[in-house]
Protein backbone atom coordinates (compact mmCIF):
# COMPACT_ATOMS: atom_id res chain seq x y z
CA UNK A 1 0.00 0.00 0.00
CA UNK A 2 1.10 3.32 -0.76
CA UNK A 3 2.39 5.72 2.48
CA UNK A 4 0.13 9.11 2.47
CA UNK A 5 2.90 11.80 1.36
CA UNK A 6 2.51 15.31 3.51
CA UNK A 7 4.63 18.22 2.38
CA UNK A 8 6.43 19.69 5.33
CA UNK A 9 7.73 23.36 5.54
CA UNK A 10 9.46 24.88 7.95
CA UNK A 11 12.86 26.72 7.76
CA UNK A 12 14.21 25.25 11.38
CA UNK A 13 16.70 22.81 9.41
CA UNK A 14 17.00 20.87 13.29
CA UNK A 15 13.09 21.00 13.63
CA UNK A 16 12.24 19.58 10.34
CA UNK A 17 14.92 16.88 9.95
CA UNK A 18 12.94 16.04 13.82
CA UNK A 19 9.62 16.37 12.36
CA UNK A 20 10.96 14.21 9.32
CA UNK A 21 11.97 11.14 11.36
CA UNK A 22 8.76 11.31 13.55
CA UNK A 23 6.34 10.73 10.51
CA UNK A 24 8.46 8.06 8.65
CA UNK A 25 8.41 6.20 11.90
CA UNK A 26 4.67 6.68 11.85
CA UNK A 27 4.33 5.81 8.24
CA UNK A 28 3.96 8.71 6.17
CA UNK A 29 6.41 9.66 3.55
CA UNK A 30 7.52 12.88 3.78
CA UNK A 31 9.08 15.99 1.40
CA UNK A 32 10.56 18.56 3.12
CA UNK A 33 10.97 22.11 1.96
CA UNK A 34 12.77 24.77 3.97
CA UNK A 35 10.29 27.68 2.56
CA UNK A 36 6.96 28.82 1.00
CA UNK A 37 8.48 29.41 -2.67
CA UNK A 38 10.18 26.44 -2.62
CA UNK A 39 6.55 24.10 -1.04
CA UNK A 40 4.62 25.74 -3.79
CA UNK A 41 7.48 24.59 -6.87
CA UNK A 42 6.85 20.75 -4.68
CA UNK A 43 3.57 21.37 -5.07
CA UNK A 44 3.17 22.21 -8.84
CA UNK A 45 5.32 18.99 -9.86
CA UNK A 46 3.29 16.48 -7.31
CA UNK A 47 0.10 16.71 -5.28
CA UNK A 48 1.02 15.61 -1.36
CA UNK A 49 -1.91 14.21 0.92
CA UNK A 50 -1.33 16.98 3.11
CA UNK A 51 0.79 19.92 3.90
CA UNK A 52 2.09 20.67 7.31
CA UNK A 53 4.12 23.93 7.28
CA UNK A 54 5.65 26.30 10.31
CA UNK A 55 3.49 29.62 10.34
CA UNK A 56 6.70 31.84 10.96
CA UNK A 57 9.10 31.63 8.42
CA UNK A 58 11.46 34.48 6.19
CA UNK A 59 9.54 35.40 3.24
CA UNK A 60 6.00 34.05 2.55
CA UNK A 61 5.09 32.60 6.04
CA UNK A 62 2.73 29.58 7.00
CA UNK A 63 -0.81 31.80 6.58
CA UNK A 64 0.32 33.52 2.87
CA UNK A 65 1.59 29.86 2.06
CA UNK A 66 -2.13 28.40 3.31
CA UNK A 67 -3.79 31.38 1.12
CA UNK A 68 -2.09 30.22 -1.85
CA UNK A 69 -2.66 26.42 -1.95
CA UNK A 70 -6.11 27.39 -0.91
CA UNK A 71 -6.75 29.34 -3.67
CA UNK A 72 -4.99 26.68 -5.77
CA UNK A 73 -6.79 23.05 -4.45
CA UNK A 74 -9.07 24.24 -1.66
CA UNK A 75 -9.18 20.25 -1.36
CA UNK A 76 -5.77 20.00 0.08
CA UNK A 77 -5.55 19.73 3.82
CA UNK A 78 -3.08 22.11 5.17
CA UNK A 79 -1.91 21.94 8.98
CA UNK A 80 -0.16 24.67 10.32
CA UNK A 81 2.60 24.79 13.38
CA UNK A 82 1.81 28.14 15.31
CA UNK A 83 3.34 30.33 18.17
CA UNK A 84 1.14 30.98 20.90
CA UNK A 85 0.99 34.77 19.57
CA UNK A 86 -0.16 33.81 16.39
CA UNK A 87 -2.97 31.46 17.57
CA UNK A 88 -5.71 33.83 16.94
CA UNK A 89 -4.34 34.07 12.85
CA UNK A 90 -5.11 30.49 13.01
CA UNK A 91 -8.07 30.36 14.13
CA UNK A 92 -9.57 32.85 11.92
CA UNK A 93 -8.02 31.22 9.40
CA UNK A 94 -9.63 27.84 9.82
CA UNK A 95 -12.91 29.59 9.03
CA UNK A 96 -11.25 29.95 5.03
CA UNK A 97 -10.78 26.15 5.03
CA UNK A 98 -7.72 25.75 7.34
CA UNK A 99 -7.30 21.83 8.28
CA UNK A 100 -6.20 22.50 12.13
CA UNK A 101 -3.06 23.92 13.88
CA UNK A 102 -0.54 22.99 16.50
CA UNK A 103 0.93 25.01 18.91
CA UNK A 104 4.75 24.86 19.64
CA UNK A 105 6.08 22.68 21.65
CA UNK A 106 3.99 20.51 19.88
CA UNK A 107 2.26 17.24 21.03
CA UNK A 108 3.47 14.08 18.80
CA UNK A 109 0.47 11.51 18.94
CA UNK A 110 -1.88 14.52 18.35
CA UNK A 111 0.36 15.66 15.26
CA UNK A 112 0.13 11.83 13.77
CA UNK A 113 -3.80 11.60 14.69
CA UNK A 114 -4.38 14.90 13.01
CA UNK A 115 -2.60 14.36 9.55
CA UNK A 116 -4.13 10.68 9.92
CA UNK A 117 -7.47 12.74 9.76
CA UNK A 118 -6.02 14.86 6.67
CA UNK A 119 -4.91 12.46 4.81
CA UNK A 120 -7.78 9.93 4.65
CA UNK A 121 -9.75 13.26 3.82
CA UNK A 122 -7.04 14.34 1.29
CA UNK A 123 -7.18 11.60 -1.03
CA UNK A 124 -4.48 9.32 0.61
CA UNK A 125 -4.43 6.03 0.80
CA UNK A 126 -6.99 5.31 3.73
CA UNK A 127 -9.68 7.25 2.18
CA UNK A 128 -9.84 5.02 -1.19
CA UNK A 129 -12.15 2.21 0.35
CA UNK A 130 -14.88 5.45 1.20
CA UNK A 131 -14.37 7.84 -1.73
CA UNK A 132 -17.62 6.76 -3.14
CA UNK A 133 -19.65 6.39 -0.71
CA UNK A 134 -19.60 9.70 1.30
CA UNK A 135 -21.15 11.24 -1.48
CA UNK A 136 -23.60 8.51 -2.62
CA UNK A 137 -26.36 10.04 -4.51
CA UNK A 138 -24.71 13.20 -5.29
CA UNK A 139 -24.61 13.09 -9.57
CA UNK A 140 -22.42 15.19 -11.06
CA UNK A 141 -19.60 15.81 -13.74
CA UNK A 142 -19.64 19.74 -13.10
CA UNK A 143 -16.22 21.04 -12.51
CA UNK A 144 -18.05 23.66 -10.41
CA UNK A 145 -19.61 20.67 -8.36
CA UNK A 146 -16.54 18.93 -7.70
CA UNK A 147 -14.68 21.91 -6.33
CA UNK A 148 -18.02 22.40 -3.90
CA UNK A 149 -17.70 18.51 -2.72
CA UNK A 150 -14.07 19.10 -2.76
CA UNK A 151 -14.88 22.53 -0.10
CA UNK A 152 -17.56 19.93 1.15
CA UNK A 153 -15.26 17.13 2.35
CA UNK A 154 -13.19 19.15 3.72
CA UNK A 155 -15.63 21.08 6.10
CA UNK A 156 -16.54 17.44 7.10
CA UNK A 157 -14.06 17.41 9.10
CA UNK A 158 -14.82 20.42 11.37
CA UNK A 159 -17.33 20.62 13.92
CA UNK A 160 -18.06 24.46 12.84
CA UNK A 161 -21.90 24.61 12.26
CA UNK A 162 -22.29 25.03 8.33
CA UNK A 163 -24.87 26.67 6.18
CA UNK A 164 -26.14 25.56 2.92
CA UNK A 165 -27.21 28.37 0.47
CA UNK A 166 -29.85 27.05 -3.09
CA UNK A 167 -32.23 27.53 -4.57
CA UNK A 168 -35.20 25.19 -3.58
CA UNK A 169 -35.12 21.54 -5.26
CA UNK A 170 -31.26 21.86 -5.62
CA UNK A 171 -30.14 18.94 -3.10
CA UNK A 172 -29.34 20.80 0.11
CA UNK A 173 -30.14 17.52 1.97
CA UNK A 174 -28.48 15.47 -0.12
CA UNK A 175 -25.53 17.17 0.46
CA UNK A 176 -25.94 17.76 3.90
CA UNK A 177 -26.01 13.80 4.54
CA UNK A 178 -23.03 13.27 2.32
CA UNK A 179 -21.19 15.64 4.93
CA UNK A 180 -22.43 13.42 7.33
CA UNK A 181 -21.36 10.14 5.77
CA UNK A 182 -18.09 12.28 5.66
CA UNK A 183 -17.65 13.27 9.02
CA UNK A 184 -16.28 11.59 12.28
CA UNK A 185 -19.63 11.38 13.47
CA UNK A 186 -20.59 9.11 10.23
CA UNK A 187 -21.50 6.01 12.85
CA UNK A 188 -23.83 8.48 14.81
CA UNK A 189 -27.36 9.72 13.47
CA UNK A 190 -28.50 12.05 11.09
CA UNK A 191 -31.21 14.13 12.05
CA UNK A 192 -33.15 16.03 9.77
CA UNK A 193 -36.13 18.91 10.30
CA UNK A 194 -37.72 21.28 8.46
CA UNK A 195 -38.25 24.39 10.35
CA UNK A 196 -40.66 25.51 7.32
CA UNK A 197 -42.89 22.80 7.68
CA UNK A 198 -43.86 22.44 11.26
CA UNK A 199 -46.34 24.93 13.30
CA UNK A 200 -44.57 27.53 14.85
CA UNK A 201 -45.95 26.43 18.18
CA UNK A 202 -44.65 22.89 17.77
CA UNK A 203 -41.03 23.18 16.10
CA UNK A 204 -39.61 24.28 20.03
CA UNK A 205 -41.07 20.99 21.21
CA UNK A 206 -39.90 19.04 18.28
CA UNK A 207 -36.14 20.30 18.85
CA UNK A 208 -36.01 20.25 22.72
CA UNK A 209 -38.19 17.59 23.62
CA UNK A 210 -40.59 18.31 26.31
CA UNK A 211 -41.49 17.09 29.64
CA UNK A 212 -44.84 15.25 30.67
CA UNK A 213 -47.45 17.58 31.45
CA UNK A 214 -45.81 20.56 29.56
CA UNK A 215 -48.91 21.83 28.01
CA UNK A 216 -51.95 20.17 26.87
CA UNK A 217 -51.75 16.75 25.58
CA UNK A 218 -48.30 16.12 26.51
CA UNK A 219 -48.74 12.98 28.23
CA UNK A 220 -45.23 11.68 28.26
CA UNK A 221 -41.56 13.03 28.43
CA UNK A 222 -40.78 13.84 24.12
CA UNK A 223 -37.22 13.91 24.06
CA UNK A 224 -36.63 16.05 20.98
CA UNK A 225 -34.51 15.24 18.33
CA UNK A 226 -31.73 17.13 19.18
CA UNK A 227 -31.16 14.83 22.11
CA UNK A 228 -32.19 12.04 19.70
CA UNK A 229 -28.96 13.05 17.27
CA UNK A 230 -26.54 13.08 20.61
CA UNK A 231 -23.33 12.43 18.69
CA UNK A 232 -24.33 13.10 15.28
CA UNK A 233 -25.34 15.55 13.35
CA UNK A 234 -28.69 17.63 13.40
CA UNK A 235 -29.91 19.10 9.83
CA UNK A 236 -32.25 22.36 9.87
CA UNK A 237 -33.38 22.58 6.95
CA UNK A 238 -35.20 26.41 5.56
CA UNK A 239 -33.72 27.79 8.63
CA UNK A 240 -34.62 30.91 7.32
CA UNK A 241 -38.51 30.34 7.98
CA UNK A 242 -37.79 29.48 12.12
CA UNK A 243 -39.94 31.55 14.22
CA UNK A 244 -38.00 34.70 15.79
CA UNK A 245 -38.16 33.28 19.27
CA UNK A 246 -36.97 29.97 18.73
CA UNK A 247 -34.18 31.68 16.95
CA UNK A 248 -33.01 33.45 20.72
CA UNK A 249 -33.25 29.32 21.80
CA UNK A 250 -31.14 28.28 18.58
CA UNK A 251 -28.76 31.09 19.17
CA UNK A 252 -28.27 29.87 23.22
CA UNK A 253 -28.01 26.33 22.36
CA UNK A 254 -25.01 27.12 19.74
CA UNK A 255 -23.39 29.33 22.51
CA UNK A 256 -23.98 26.78 25.57
CA UNK A 257 -24.33 23.15 23.80
CA UNK A 258 -27.17 22.70 25.65
CA UNK A 259 -30.79 22.67 25.50
CA UNK A 260 -33.85 22.83 27.68
CA UNK A 261 -37.32 20.82 27.04
CA UNK A 262 -39.83 23.01 26.94
CA UNK A 263 -42.01 22.51 30.71
CA UNK A 264 -38.48 21.81 32.12
CA UNK A 265 -36.19 23.74 34.67
CA UNK A 266 -33.29 21.75 33.76
CA UNK A 267 -30.69 22.52 31.03
CA UNK A 268 -29.60 18.98 29.21
CA UNK A 269 -25.88 19.29 27.62
CA UNK A 270 -25.75 18.13 23.76
CA UNK A 271 -23.04 16.55 21.44
CA UNK A 272 -24.01 17.36 18.25
CA UNK A 273 -22.76 19.49 14.71
CA UNK A 274 -25.66 21.76 13.29
CA UNK A 275 -25.87 21.66 9.80
CA UNK A 276 -28.52 24.21 8.16
CA UNK A 277 -29.94 25.63 4.65
CA UNK A 278 -32.48 27.66 3.00
CA UNK A 279 -33.42 28.86 0.08
CA UNK A 280 -33.75 32.04 1.41
CA UNK A 281 -31.75 35.43 1.31
CA UNK A 282 -31.25 35.90 5.00
CA UNK A 283 -28.62 38.93 4.31
CA UNK A 284 -31.93 40.41 3.44
CA UNK A 285 -33.85 38.67 6.15
CA UNK A 286 -31.22 40.34 8.57
CA UNK A 287 -32.36 43.98 7.16
CA UNK A 288 -35.90 43.57 7.47
CA UNK A 289 -35.82 41.91 10.78
CA UNK A 290 -36.86 38.69 10.17
CA UNK A 291 -33.59 36.97 10.77
CA UNK A 292 -31.43 37.77 13.68
CA UNK A 293 -27.70 38.77 12.87
CA UNK A 294 -25.80 36.98 15.50
CA UNK A 295 -27.54 33.40 14.56
CA UNK A 296 -26.43 34.31 11.29
CA UNK A 297 -22.70 34.57 11.69
CA UNK A 298 -22.86 31.63 14.29
CA UNK A 299 -24.58 29.14 11.52
CA UNK A 300 -22.84 30.61 8.77
CA UNK A 301 -18.99 29.77 9.82
CA UNK A 302 -18.66 27.85 7.51
CA UNK A 303 -20.59 28.94 3.70
CA UNK A 304 -21.82 26.31 0.77
CA UNK A 305 -23.82 27.71 -2.50
CA UNK A 306 -25.34 24.75 -4.48
CA UNK A 307 -25.72 26.18 -7.65
CA UNK A 308 -29.13 25.72 -9.70
CA UNK A 309 -29.77 23.18 -12.51
CA UNK A 310 -29.58 25.80 -14.86
CA UNK A 311 -26.05 26.47 -13.99
CA UNK A 312 -24.92 22.36 -14.38
CA UNK A 313 -26.56 21.78 -17.62
CA UNK A 314 -23.69 19.41 -18.17
CA UNK A 315 -25.86 16.99 -15.09
CA UNK A 316 -28.69 16.64 -16.86
CA UNK A 317 -28.12 13.37 -18.89
CA UNK A 318 -26.14 11.94 -16.07
CA UNK A 319 -29.25 13.13 -13.44
CA UNK A 320 -32.29 11.67 -16.15
CA UNK A 321 -29.99 8.47 -16.58
CA UNK A 322 -29.98 8.39 -13.03
CA UNK A 323 -33.38 8.58 -11.93
CA UNK A 324 -34.59 6.95 -15.09
CA UNK A 325 -32.90 3.53 -13.48
CA UNK A 326 -34.59 4.35 -9.76
CA UNK A 327 -38.19 4.75 -11.77
CA UNK A 328 -37.95 1.66 -14.27
CA UNK A 329 -37.57 -0.51 -10.39
CA UNK A 330 -40.13 1.10 -9.00
CA UNK A 331 -42.72 1.22 -11.83
CA UNK A 332 -40.80 -2.57 -12.94
CA UNK A 333 -40.62 -1.12 -16.33
CA UNK A 334 -38.35 -2.23 -19.10
CA UNK A 335 -36.77 1.58 -19.56
CA UNK A 336 -33.67 2.29 -20.66
CA UNK A 337 -32.81 5.66 -22.22
CA UNK A 338 -34.08 8.46 -24.16
CA UNK A 339 -35.18 9.60 -27.55
CA UNK A 340 -32.69 12.00 -28.71
CA UNK A 341 -35.17 14.67 -28.49
CA UNK A 342 -36.59 14.12 -25.68
CA UNK A 343 -32.94 14.29 -23.71
CA UNK A 344 -32.48 17.80 -25.80
CA UNK A 345 -35.29 18.81 -24.43
CA UNK A 346 -34.79 18.58 -20.65
CA UNK A 347 -31.36 19.77 -21.45
CA UNK A 348 -32.93 23.01 -22.43
CA UNK A 349 -35.70 23.33 -19.69
CA UNK A 350 -35.28 26.32 -17.44
CA UNK A 351 -35.98 23.88 -14.60
CA UNK A 352 -37.22 26.42 -11.62
CA UNK A 353 -37.92 23.73 -9.45
CA UNK A 354 -34.55 22.24 -9.86
CA UNK A 355 -33.20 18.54 -9.41
CA UNK A 356 -36.52 18.24 -7.67
CA UNK A 357 -38.87 19.10 -10.81
CA UNK A 358 -36.81 17.23 -12.79
CA UNK A 359 -37.25 14.34 -11.25
CA UNK A 360 -41.57 14.65 -11.03
CA UNK A 361 -41.28 15.26 -14.53
CA UNK A 362 -39.26 11.59 -15.75
CA UNK A 363 -41.56 10.17 -12.58
CA UNK A 364 -44.46 11.14 -14.64
CA UNK A 365 -43.01 10.05 -18.36
CA UNK A 366 -41.81 6.84 -16.80
CA UNK A 367 -45.43 6.04 -14.99
CA UNK A 368 -47.23 6.61 -18.77
CA UNK A 369 -44.14 5.10 -20.98
CA UNK A 370 -45.40 2.82 -23.42
CA UNK A 371 -42.02 1.95 -24.84
CA UNK A 372 -38.47 1.38 -23.40
CA UNK A 373 -36.66 4.71 -24.35
CA UNK A 374 -38.55 7.92 -23.39
CA UNK A 375 -39.99 9.67 -26.38
CA UNK A 376 -39.92 13.44 -26.93
CA UNK A 377 -44.09 13.52 -26.68
CA UNK A 378 -44.33 12.45 -22.93
CA UNK A 379 -41.43 15.09 -21.52
CA UNK A 380 -43.15 17.97 -23.58
CA UNK A 381 -46.68 16.76 -21.52
CA UNK A 382 -44.46 16.80 -17.91
CA UNK A 383 -43.08 20.35 -18.62
CA UNK A 384 -46.72 20.99 -19.32
CA UNK A 385 -48.04 19.83 -16.66
CA UNK A 386 -45.29 20.88 -13.95
CA UNK A 387 -45.61 24.58 -14.99
CA UNK A 388 -42.78 27.28 -13.95
CA UNK A 389 -45.07 29.14 -11.22
CA UNK A 390 -44.78 26.42 -8.84
CA UNK A 391 -43.17 27.82 -5.83
CA UNK A 392 -41.44 26.89 -2.84
CA UNK A 393 -43.71 26.47 0.33
CA UNK A 394 -42.05 29.02 2.45
CA UNK A 395 -42.81 31.64 -0.89
CA UNK A 396 -46.73 30.41 -0.95
CA UNK A 397 -46.92 31.19 3.03
CA UNK A 398 -45.89 34.33 2.98
CA UNK A 399 -48.21 35.42 0.05
CA UNK A 400 -51.00 34.12 1.96
CA UNK A 401 -49.58 35.96 5.22
CA UNK A 402 -49.73 38.82 3.30
CA UNK A 403 -53.05 38.68 2.03
CA UNK A 404 -54.45 37.42 4.88
CA UNK A 405 -52.84 40.52 6.43
CA UNK A 406 -54.65 43.13 3.37
CA UNK A 407 -57.65 41.51 4.35
CA UNK A 408 -57.91 42.26 8.39
CA UNK A 409 -56.45 45.88 7.50
CA UNK A 410 -59.47 46.31 5.81
CA UNK A 411 -62.19 45.01 8.03
CA UNK A 412 -60.39 46.77 10.80
CA UNK A 413 -59.23 49.67 8.48
CA UNK A 414 -56.34 50.54 9.51
CA UNK A 415 -56.53 49.63 13.51
CA UNK A 416 -53.68 47.15 14.34
CA UNK A 417 -55.17 46.70 17.51
CA UNK A 418 -58.41 45.33 16.05
CA UNK A 419 -56.20 43.73 13.68
CA UNK A 420 -54.33 41.98 16.27
CA UNK A 421 -58.03 40.95 17.87
CA UNK A 422 -59.44 39.14 14.82
CA UNK A 423 -56.36 37.28 14.22
CA UNK A 424 -55.50 36.23 18.22
CA UNK A 425 -52.49 37.67 18.27
CA UNK A 426 -50.74 40.30 20.15
CA UNK A 427 -50.00 43.91 18.95
CA UNK A 428 -46.48 43.54 18.90
CA UNK A 429 -46.17 40.41 16.59
CA UNK A 430 -49.08 42.16 14.46
CA UNK A 431 -46.68 45.36 14.30
CA UNK A 432 -43.67 43.08 13.16
CA UNK A 433 -45.67 40.92 10.51
CA UNK A 434 -46.76 44.10 8.92
CA UNK A 435 -42.95 45.54 8.77
CA UNK A 436 -42.04 42.36 7.00
CA UNK A 437 -44.85 42.50 3.94
CA UNK A 438 -44.00 46.34 4.20
CA UNK A 439 -47.62 47.10 4.49
CA UNK A 440 -48.43 50.56 6.31
CA UNK A 441 -52.13 50.58 8.26
CA UNK A 442 -52.31 54.51 7.75
CA UNK A 443 -52.84 53.23 4.17
CA UNK A 444 -56.23 51.68 5.29
CA UNK A 445 -57.79 54.36 7.04
CA UNK A 446 -57.62 57.00 3.94
CA UNK A 447 -59.74 54.66 1.50
CA UNK A 448 -62.64 52.10 2.06
CA UNK A 449 -60.79 50.42 -0.78
CA UNK A 450 -56.98 50.84 -0.21
CA UNK A 451 -55.15 49.21 -3.20
CA UNK A 452 -51.50 49.29 -1.15
CA UNK A 453 -48.25 48.06 -3.37
Known amino acids: MKKPVILLVDDDAALRALIALRLEGNGFEVTAVDNGEAALAALAQARPDAVLTDIQMPGMDGMALFRAIHARDPALPVIVLTAHGTIPDAVAATQQG???????????????????????????????????????????????????????????????????????????????????????????????????????????????????????????????????????????????????????????????????????????AIDVRILSATHR????????????????????????????????????????????????????????????????????????????????????????????????SLVARALRDKPADIRPLAEARAEFERDYLVTLLKLARGQVSEVARLAGRNRTEVYRLLQRHQLNPALFKASDDPSPN
Open 281 to 376: DLEAAIVDGSFREDLYYRLNVVGLSLPPLRDRREDIPLLAQHFLSELAEKYRRPLSGFAPDALDMLVRADWPGNIRQLRNVLEQCCALATTSTIPA
Open 98 to 268: LFGYLTKPYDPPTLIELLNRATRLGGGPAAEDGDAAWRAGVVTASANMERLLAEARLAAQSEAPLLILGESGTGKEVLARAIHRASPRYRAPFVAINCGAIPAELLESELFGHIKGAFTGAARDHAGLFLSAEGGTVFLDEIGDMPAPLQVKLLRVLQEREIRPVGSTEAR
